[in-house]
């Protein structure tokens, strides 16, 4: 008889797999590490500092969001004359309190620099009109709603108004963020931002109504109870507008991110998209139906 054939066998060990936490794993650091840096030096400008120190600072991101608009829309065609226009319009709009203009006075103002812009533009009158309708665009996205952050401020305790404002708008973005990495399951808007969830949303209103109670008791005495109740659930729907909106615009763009500048938030048009929309929203709340008006 022959030799039975030999077969090596190497012997089976299971391989034990560990789940991924899904929980804080999926988290980015770099959103908390990078607030903690801004987040002091912001409330020492609205708080602490005069008005025009506020402005400055909306100009400065104002303009780099701007920019960041433009980078986007006009792709490789970068057209030198109406970014510029656009910048410059953008800032009259914001320091419009200080300088003493009115809207009248800027849309005069728009309508003498945009044609003459148009014209200085190169490429075809086709494109030159769609650059500048994106220009002034641009200026009525970033530069009008951001005006309203600096019409609160010179209202009466305009200051803790404008700190209100930035700490609701933070809470319901914050609250949305976290309830949605850890438990957003039903996709609201999965067309325009695949992330957006109704979980999200939930915890961003939670969290914002409470922010608005705390700040309300603590430094806002001019809202009643019932307005913060009715302000957080407003301006967090408010600020996912604004989100849906600068989204849509990116697909449509087909980039993740408006810029890089912010670490864990992307550009800066990134962070303040829902300010765009929560600022109007809280500055006619108050006026019209608070009626707070201006210091004297």
Known sequence: MGASPVTDVTPYTPTLVTPLSTGTRRFDLRRVYTAALLIPGVYVIICHLPPWALTLL????????????????????????????????????????????????????????????????????ERRIKDTT??????????????????????????????????????????????????????????ISPKKTVEGLLGGIGLAVAAAFLAQVWFVPQLQPMDTVILGVVLTGAGLFGDLWESAIKRRAGVKDSGSILPGHGGMLDRIDSLLFTAPTFYYYVTWIRGITPSP
């Open 58 to 125: 909306l100009m400065v991101g104002g303009g780099l969001a701007l920019l960041e608009l433009y980078r986007i829309s006009f792709a490789s065609r970068p057209n030198y004359a109406l970014v510029g226009t656009g910048l410059a319009l953008s800032a009259l709009v914001l320091a419009r309190h200080h300088l003493s203009l009115g809207l009248t006075d800027l849309l005069a103002a728009g309508i003498v620099a945009l044609p003459a812009a148009l014209l200085l533009s190169p490429g075809t009158a």
């Open 134 to 191: 994106i220009t002034a665009f641009g200026v009525l996205y970033v530069g009008l709603t951001l005006s309203t952050v600096v019409s609160t401020r010179v209202l009466a305790g305009g200051e803790w108004l404008v700190l209100f404002l930035a700490v609701v708008t933070w809470a319901g973005d914050t609250g949305a963020y976290y309830a949605g990495t850890l438990w957003g399951k039903h996709l609201l808007a999965p067309k």
